[in-house]
């Protein structure tokens, strides 16, 4: 079985500066996929960002991007410029990838990000 | 194009009940999957339905279960509530094409169980 940990269960950091999120994962699997999603007060769990783990480079959208280290299991998403409307609980996510059937996430505990103005 | 869409978004029902929450997801996508999140467990999945058959099933027990329609539409339903289950249920809907994968969230329903 997959697991997502995030070990920051919150984090504030000033508008315009640059904040990084951890993530770390443990599977057996070799092909999946990694995503991050924000969930602002609204609920509205929004895709943030996508990383297939068979691709090298790093994603990027915009003003995230992430930090994919294959060999140690882990994905840190890292926003620059921070907005106010940045300010939600953000969830790593994990997937299988490959075999019929899969479309399951693993999610890990969330890290409440508060962008101060 | 429209998102995924979820009826009701509010819900209050009392224990022993049932309930039924509806899922539409996005034109074209055929895969849709269900989440439950509470602020204890955090988001879990329940299962996950394609072309109206259930591929894949979390663990949940059997008062917890679902249908998918020709039409790619979602139901699931909850039968003899328990106060446990008052949560943010959660659908997404899903699009595989060859070596790309996305999962869309609905809004979500609010079930609250007194």
């Known amino acids: 079985a997959q697991t997502v940990t995030q070990s920051q269960p919150e984090m504030s950091v000033q508008e315009a500066e640059t904040v990084t999120l951890s993530c770390t994962y443990d599977?057996?699997?070799?092909?999946?996929?990694l995503f991050w999603y924000k969930q602002p007060p609204s609920r509205q769990m929004i895709l943030v960002i996508r990383q297939e783990a068979y691709k090298q480079q790093n994603a990027t959208e915009n003003r995230f991007s992430v930090n994919f280290q294959k060999a140690a299991k882990s994905f840190s998403l890292k926003i620059s410029d921070s907005q106010l409307g940045d300010t939600a609980m953000y969830f790593c996510a994990f997937m299988k990838h490959g075999s019929f059937g899969n479309e399951k996430l693993t999610f890990g505990t969330g890290t409440r990000l508060t962008i101060i103005p | 194009k429209a998102g995924v869409t979820q009826t009701p978004r509010y819900l209050i029902k009392t224990r022993g009940q049932q309930v039924t929450l509806s899922c539409s997801p996005i034109s074209g996508h055929r895969s849709v999957s269900w989440y439950q999140q509470t602020p204890g467990q955090g988001l879990q999945f329940l299962f996950e339905y394609f072309s109206e058959t259930q591929r894949n099933k979390g663990n949940f027990p059997g008062r917890f279960s679902g249908r998918q329609f020709s039409n790619s539409r979602s139901e699931m339903n909850v039968s003899t509530l328990e106060l446990g289950d008052s949560a943010l249920y959660l659908c997404?809907?899903?699009?595989?094409?060859?070596?790309?994968?996305?999962?869309?969230f609905g809004p979500g329903t609010r079930l609250t169980v007194t």
């Open positions: 997404a809907s899903s699009l595989v094409r060859a070596g790309y994968y996305e999962q869309y």
């Open positions: 599977t057996s699997e070799n092909n999946y996929y």
